[in-house]
């Protein structure tokens, strides 16, 4: 299989920046350990970190971006980072006027849903939705309900388009 990084970049498409959540772009970092911000030693693109100092890219890491795509495995549960990594995104991009393009991933849980609902009071990084621990939706999904129900700061709105897998079913 080939990176994406790797496939936009022999596609000519001008990649301006990665973004790296928790694990890193690659996924080499071990959980909880943070990113530095770096230039990337092949291809020479700033690697900005949004998994240490900072959690939400900052308007000087989105300077020149013209779209942003996200494209990140999630496990279908909420204390994975990955939902709370992509609704900082999706905040930043929505506050920078810079759509937002999901490739959208099978919930390897299908449609199991179980476990209490955050309480309100006790949301965190790791928790940042009233959802279940299990919460049954691909990411795509996910990111039309931050969208739908204005869980964004300020109730601000992504421009928002998911790019489905073909022929998936939560079965």
Request: glycine fraction near 8%.
């Amino acid at each position: 299989s080939v990176h994406l990084v790797d496939f936009l970049l022999s596609k000519e498409v001008n990649l301006r920046a990665i973004y790296a959540p928790e694990h890193g772009y690659k996924g080499t970092v071990e959980r909880g350990e943070y990113i530095e911000s770096s230039t990337d030693s092949i291809t020479g693109v700033p690697v900005f970190s949004i998994y240490g100092r900072t959690r939400k890219p900052s308007p000087e890491m989105l300077q020149g971006i013209d779209v942003m795509l996200f494209d990140i495995q999630d496990i279908g549960v909420r204390f994975f980072t990955v939902v709370s990594t992509m609704h900082n995104v999706m905040e930043a991009c929505a506050e920078n006027n810079i759509p937002f393009i999901l490739l959208d991933r099978p919930n390897p849980l299908g449609y199991y849903v179980d476990g209490p609902v955050m309480q309100a009071g006790f949301t965190n990084f790791i928790g940042m939705h009233r959802v279940p621990v299990v919460h049954g939706l691909t990411l795509g999904e996910f990111a039309t309900m931050i969208n739908g129900e204005g869980w964004l700061k300020d109730s601000v709105q992504c421009e928002l388009e998911v790019v489905e897998v073909k022929n998936y079913t939560h079965d």
